[in-house]
């Protein structure tokens, strides 16, 4: 019996020894993959840094710190860039995040907006600065036009888009309008696009009654689509070909560590985010079209954004 009794503790020692090894060598693969993750993560970071020069010393009076969570402001560019083609900034969207607040002010502008272009001299449609000076005119005419400052810029190559929604298996969009584009139907209802589909899907504009701002509505959902798509645990197996596609189409002045300081302090502010609209009127001038956003319209949105970036 006292035999039986031994051999059988021997046995799960023995189990227990063989669980735990098990265990070690899963926690040791699962230790290289994270660090396998990061270290691809880091180079495709490192690759996207492209850092502008940039005065801000008549918008803020100290640099933004990430590290004390002040409020920073971005601003998304949408560029569609083909060969031998410059491209304009047809897609521009401004978010200003608050941790305090937990909060996020969205603005998409109009492409057609009538502008100062800084650096040009000139009034011309707001989306012309990118096409004219790159995202530092970008910036700058952005900043002009609603009198704040802007910390950090990401752009984004429009015609590589589609690389990004395919390397996330596709993207699930609420669509509201049903309409044919470029040959492919958009039924309205939920939709699920892969790559080509999701381009098209966001560049449609002029048969939709809300003309560019029913287009701003669209690349929002692909946006927040890809979003929702990066952040989940499945796509983990996949971030080789994110990376990849992000690495040819994004470009922006964050740096790794920007970003992780960013997720660590900054997370609780995507669960409120605040989407404004500017109110403003088409017109043509010698033929060609604006939308025209009079001075109080500027200076009602250039208060919201003062408001969440702490600035009064």
């Keep these: 019996m006292r035999s039986d009794r031994h051999k059988h503790k021997k046995k799960k020692r023995r189990g227990l020894k063989i669980l735990l090894t098990v265990l070690a060598i899963l926690l040791a693969g699962a230790g290289v993959y994270a660090y396998s993750i990061y270290h691809s993560v880091n180079k495709a970071v490192e690759s996207m840094h492209a850092p502008i020069a940039h005065d801000q010393a008549n918008k803020r009076t100290h640099p933004v710190s990430l590290d004390n969570k002040d409020p920073f402001s971005v601003l998304l560019l949408g560029v569609d860039e083909r060969q031998n083609d410059t491209g304009r900034s047809d897609t521009m969207i401004l978010a200003a995040v608050n941790p305090k607040k937990q909060s996020v002010q969205l603005l998409s502008i109009p492409r057609d907006t009538r502008t100062e272009i800084v650096g040009k001299g000139t009034e011309d449609k707001i989306n012309h ?33 589609k690389d990004i929604v395919d390397a996330v298996d596709g993207v699930t969009v609420q669509n509201d309008l049903d309409f044919t584009y470029e040959g492919e139907h958009f039924p309205k209802g939920t939709l699920h696009l892969n790559g080509e589909q999701a381009l098209k899907y966001s560049r449609m504009r002029y048969d939709d009654p809300r003309g560019d701002f029913g287009r701003q509505l669209r690349q929002r959902q692909i946006l927040e689509g890809i979003l929702a798509k990066g952040i989940d645990f499945s796509s983990l197996w996949k971030y080789g070909d994110i990376l990849n596609a992000l690495q040819k189409n994004v470009k922006t002045n964050l740096t790794m560590d920007d970003m992780m300081k960013i997720q660590k302090n900054y997370k609780a502010a995507r669960n409120h985010i605040q989407q404004n609209e500017i109110k403003g009127e088409g017109t043509k001038i010698n033929g060609v079209y604006y939308y025209i956003v009079s001075d109080s319209e500027k200076q009602r949105l250039s208060q919201i954004f003062k408001d969440q970036l702490n600035l009064n």
């Design 129 to 161: 600065a990118y096409a004219f000076g790159g995202v530092p005119m970008s910036i700058a005419t952005v900043e002009k036009f609603l009198d704040i400052p802007i910390d950090y810029y990401i752009k984004v190559n429009m015609e590589g888009f």
